[in-house]
């Protein structure tokens, strides 16, 4: 018997293609089975934990203070003012009922801060599904997101009373990529530089809220988003933070753009027929900048308007002024010593009853470490800058500038002549012009006088003309650069100067009646360029019409010699060793205010100064140049003058035209057919003691 004759018969041969099935249904298997424990592991259902304090949430919804307070606690560490409670409540009501607000409150009032935790509010609670952060750049409102971003991912007692929004944040741990899931379906959640859309979670108020920003500026026509559904929807609030510059405050033209963006694209984000509810937190610059304009219920009367100032303070005079005058100079000594404001706080608690009396702080607990209460803090910023304190800690810069109150671009443009542009007026017996030098532009500006000083301006513009009613210097498209290709600076002002004065100085100015007069005299700054402007003047034709001028910022001394041709305020030395021309020198303080006290006289009145009859826009960049320069103070002479100091606004440059008028005001006093009329003028210097008295001539200074 074999061997193997009970052994069963062998197997077949495995089947490869049955083998391979059996690894593509393991390997399917195995990879089932760790989906299912990465979905398990993604899945932030089972450990959604449940609201900490409900009755503390429940408060929060309906108190925007509360949950300021209670969940922003490391932000707003100091009390609240008065200011800050009645703003908070003007918020939380423009959110649940409606309307467009604006805030102005002062620098470092905690504006972005509140403006941070009003936004959350918002969206957490539901009352907005689409919720838009502007601030005056894109940088601004990028940083304003990241501060929400970051508080919706650290604060614990958000994720706490919040967890439906804030513990799917949290489950990233900083990874936007991960993907999680709520009982078994995907957490839809974004996080851009420009935009959050928080977690879909089922029943939260705030699935799917939107958060986005942007600058003013910027990108914001048309903001919308897609939902998954493929449903577009838009903003149904929006914020704005600070929406202008400290360099946009102070240009006209970016007011302007500010101004119709958000009258236009930010209230009509809503879309059309929606309405939009808008808050916007400020601080005024200065004088008809953005925020004083929305402030202005005359002329934004969809707008709401509240100014909050830092301090409520009495009039400065007196003994008492006196007292802070003495406190501002123990200030500095105090500062030179590097004491830590030991001496200056010793002399402020001595005389602090009287220092005090009648001020009011609106936030007592805004004050440094080494300053001892509000009033004292705020009277530092006083005297650091006044102008700075009334725009930005005050929210009024008018009351920095009393004096000018009369004056404005806007009264300016409006004064207007009955006349044509280029028309002569029928009492006019004079005509002059003056020229303002720059680098690439020639400003200009032709007065026609009258015999009692009354004034009309009948031309003004720039050389290469910009063929627009609004520009800057800093912006011109047409320059001397591109107009005289090929020459140097010298060369292409002298031959800017060439071909202005041939088209002004050789034409000739008719009156109503067919009349025609020339320019009798034209001044050309010298003050940039002077070797050009002197050369100019001594070569071209028109040098019988000519005259150098430069302006000083000192009163100028009588000089008794009679080779010296001297009026009010300006003095025409004989001509120099080695020129060729005579040349002015003029006190610019002085005919400073005379140009500007001529433009507060009423219309029609002698002594006032006209503009050509237009629409009154064309005007507006004349009227900006003139309300550019300020009166700053005043400053007594070694005479015992009292004179009083202008200068241009902070962050301005253009006041081209009021330097063009300013000469054109010198240059008519200085041909002696006409004498000044307004006392303020004629008194403007006195004569010195133990002088003969004589009467004057007509272009000699009144002492």
Same mark, same amino acid.
């Given at each position: ?18 083998k ?10 195995e990879?089932?089975?760790q ?6 592991? @993604?899945d932030?259902?089972?450990d959604?934990p449940?609201?900490?304090e409900p009755?503390r949430?429940?408060?929060a ?5 509360f949950f300021?307070e ?10 609240w003012?008065p200011? !800050? ?18 805030l102005?409150?002062? @620098? ?6 509140l ?10 609670h539901?009352y907005? !599904?689409f ?19 970051d508080e ?18 949290a ?5 936007p ?13 974004l996080?851009?530089? /420009?935009?959050i859309?928080?977690?879909?979670i089922?029943?939260?108020k ?13 990108r ?11 449903k ?9 933070d600070?929406?202008?510059t ?5 240009m ?20 059309p027929?929606q309405?939009i ?7 005024v610059?200065?004088?008809?900048? =953005?925020?004083?304009r ?10 709401h ?14 003994e008492?002024?006196?007292?802070w005058?003495e406190?501002?100079d123990?200030m500095?000594?105090?500062h030179h010593?590097n004491?830590g ?7 402020y608690?001595?005389?602090r009853?009287e =220092? ?10 805004r ?5 001892i209460?509000a009033?004292?803090?705020?009277m530092h910023?006083?005297?650091k ?6 725009a930005?800690y ?12 009369a ?26 012009m ?8 020639l400003f ?12 009309a ?5 720039s050389?290469?003309d910009q ?5 800057s ?20 002002i002298?031959?800017? =100067? ?12 008719k009156k109503p009646d067919?009349?025609?007069l ?5 001044f050309?700054?010298?003050?940039f360029?002077t070797d050009t402007?002197?050369?100019f ?8 019409? =000519?005259?150098?001028?430069k ?5 100028l ?5 009679v ?13 120099a ?9 003029f006190?610019?303080n002085l ?13 029609? /009145? ?6 050509w ?5 064309p !005007? ?10 300020i009166? /700053?103070?005043t400053?007594?002479?070694t005479t015992?003058?009292? !004179?009083?100091?202008f200068?241009?606004?902070?962050g ?19 041909t ?12 403007a210097?006195t004569k010195?003691?133990?002088r ?9 200074m009144?002492?």
């Amino acid at each position: 018997m074999s061997f193997f004759a009970g052994k069963d018969a062998e197997p077949p041969a495995p089947d490869p293609k049955n083998k391979q099935e059996r690894y593509e249904a393991k390997k399917a298997r195995e990879g089932q089975r760790q989906r299912e424990q990465s979905a398990q592991a @993604r899945d932030i259902a089972p450990d959604m934990p449940e609201v900490a304090e409900p009755a503390r949430r429940e408060r929060a919804a309906h108190d925007l203070q509360f949950f300021c307070e209670t969940y922003g606690a490391k932000t707003f560490c100091l009390g609240w003012s008065p200011d !800050h409670r009645e703003v908070i409540k003007t918020m939380q009501s423009t959110i649940t009922d409606g309307g467009c607000y604006c805030l102005a409150m002062p @620098r470092g009032s905690g504006k972005t801060s509140l403006a941070l935790w009003v936004c959350l509010w918002a969206i957490l609670h539901g009352y907005e !599904h689409f919720f838009v952060l502007i601030g005056a750049t894109a940088e601004a409102a990028k940083e304003m997101l990241a501060g929400i971003k970051d508080e919706l991912e650290t604060n614990e007692l958000l994720l706490a009373d919040y967890p439906e929004t804030c513990y799917p944040i949290a489950r990233l741990e900083g990874v936007p990529q991960r993907r999680l899931l709520f009982a078994g379906k995907p957490v839809r959640m974004l996080f851009t530089k /420009t935009r959050i859309v928080l977690p879909n979670i089922p029943g939260s108020k705030a699935a799917g809220a939107i958060i986005g920003v942007a600058g003013l500026t910027g990108r914001i026509r048309g903001l919308q988003h897609r939902l998954p559904d493929g449903k577009k929807i838009r903003p149904g609030f929006v914020l704005l933070d600070d929406p202008q510059t400290d360099k946009s405050a102070v240009m006209p033209a970016q007011n302007d753009k500010r101004e119709r963006l958000i009258s236009g694209a930010v209230l009509g984000l809503a879309g059309p027929g929606q309405k939009i509810s808008a808050v916007m937190c400020c601080t005024v610059i200065a004088p008809k900048d =953005l925020s004083d304009r929305f402030l202005d219920h005359k002329l934004h009367p969809e707008w709401h308007g509240k100014r909050c100032a830092m301090l409520a303070m009495p009039k400065l005079e007196g003994e008492q002024w006196q007292r802070w005058l003495e406190y501002a100079d123990v200030m500095v000594q105090s500062h030179h010593l590097n004491d830590g404001g030991q001496l200056r706080n010793a002399f402020y608690e001595k005389h602090r009853a009287e =220092l005090e009396e009648g001020f009011t702080a609106a936030w007592e607990e805004r004050f440094e470490e080494d300053e001892i209460s509000a009033i004292q803090s705020a009277m530092h910023l006083f005297f650091k800058d006044r102008y700075v304190f009334f725009a930005e800690y005050q929210n009024d810069p008018a009351a920095a500038q009393e004096d000018d109150a009369a004056l404005s671009a806007h009264a300016i443009k409006e004064r207007l002549s009955g006349y044509a542009r280029g028309v002569v007026p029928p009492e006019t017996v004079l005509l002059t012009m003056g020229t303002d030098v720059q680098g690439e532009l020639l400003f200009y500006v032709i007065v026609a006088w009258a015999a009692n000083f009354s004034g009309a301006v009948i031309d003004y513009g720039s050389f290469p003309d910009q063929e627009r009613a609004y520009y800057s210097l800093a912006d011109a498209r047409r320059t001397l650069s591109r107009k005289f290709r090929g020459t140097d600076r010298p060369g292409r002002i002298y031959q800017g =100067l060439s071909q202005l004065m041939s088209e002004k100085l050789a034409k000739e100015w008719k009156k109503p009646d067919g009349e025609t007069l020339r320019i009798e005299r034209a001044f050309v700054d010298m003050g940039f360029e002077t070797d050009t402007v002197r050369k100019f003047c001594a070569e071209s034709p028109f040098k019988s019409q =000519l005259m150098p001028a430069k302006g000083s910022g000192k009163p100028l001394r009588y000089i008794n010699d009679v080779r010296h041709q001297q009026g009010n305020g300006w003095c025409i030395p004989p001509v120099a060793k080695g020129r060729k021309v005579r040349e002015c020198t003029f006190d610019s303080n002085l005919w400073i205010k005379f140009h500007r006290d001529r433009l507060t006289v009423p219309v029609g /009145t002698r002594g006032a100064l006209t503009l050509w009859t237009a629409r009154p826009s064309p !005007h507006q960049m004349f009227g900006d140049h003139i309300d550019a320069e300020i009166k /700053t103070g005043t400053f007594t002479t070694t005479t015992g003058e009292i !004179h009083d100091r202008f200068d241009l606004r902070p962050g301005l440059s253009d006041n081209h035209f009021a330097d063009c008028l300013k000469m054109a005001c010198v240059a008519a006093s200085t041909t002696g057919k006409i004498k000044l009329s307004l006392a303020s003028e004629e008194a403007a210097s006195t004569k010195p003691k133990g002088r003969k008295k004589r009467e004057p001539k007509a272009y000699e200074m009144t002492w």
